[in-house]
């Protein structure tokens, strides 16, 4: 398919006015995303397909908004695959979409993020001049911390996103006596399998609630019923985790424990 600059003739059949039908390059320029981008937005079923006159693909400002749409999504951490999944062909819904994802994120957000010093970073973990680069990449790719702004005297500081997994951290260090490379280790265990939790939970609810909602149509009047339906996952996962946490910890005690001599 060409896509190419030329005016759009008096029998428009994009259904916008002259100024508000435009070509993939005009779209490029407005959403700041390049057209190959735009293209492969296009391939993931991301964005709805222009209206065709002739080869010539016309864009409106319905697909502004979806390009805008994804790119927020995407900040909000989600993959193309998993914004796919959520988007269809109509783009009149586009705004809810965006609320209720910034509720769910809202959910499962850990408390504001704390801002600290390197400095005091460092010293908490007892870190050297020697390990301290490598454990704070660590940190950063765990998204347990983030680079945030110097201090106004000029002291490097980060943010810390999960301060009580941060804290677990710390803690583990202390009573299992393990040295900060070990604790966040530790962490990042935890983390895969809870990342396999998760994965589990929110594969149900798109096949459970999410495709069914989306195949009628996504009605304005039934979106209270999806919040609920996620903040009712929510607390059943919560609740459902804990509780096999505990009985895996007693098979598991009873199983190792058992096997060790008694002196």
Partial sequence: MVEHTSPLEADDPTGHGADEAFVVEELARRTGVSVRSLRNYQSRRLLPPPVLRGRTGYYGPEHIERVRLVQQLRAAGLKLDGIARMLDSDTTADGQLLAFTEHARGMFTAPEPETTTLADLVDRFRLDADSAPAVLETALRLGLVREAPDAPDGEPRVEVVAPALL??????????????????????????HADGVAKLYVELFVDRV??????????????????????????????????????????????????????
């Fill in 167 to 192: 804290a677990a951290g710390e803690e583990a260090m202390r009573l299992l006596g393990l040295d900060a490379p070990g604790a966040l280790d530790l962490l990042e265990r935890l983390r895969r």
């Fill in 210 to 263: 999410w495709q069914p909602f989306v195949d009628a149509g996504k009605p304005a009047v039934a979106w209270p019923d999806v919040e609920q339906a996620l903040d009712d996952l929510r607390q059943l996962a919560t609740r459902a985790l804990e509780a096999t946490f505990g009985l895996a910890m007693v098979h598991r005690v009873e199983r190792v424990l058992g096997e060790r001599p008694h002196g």
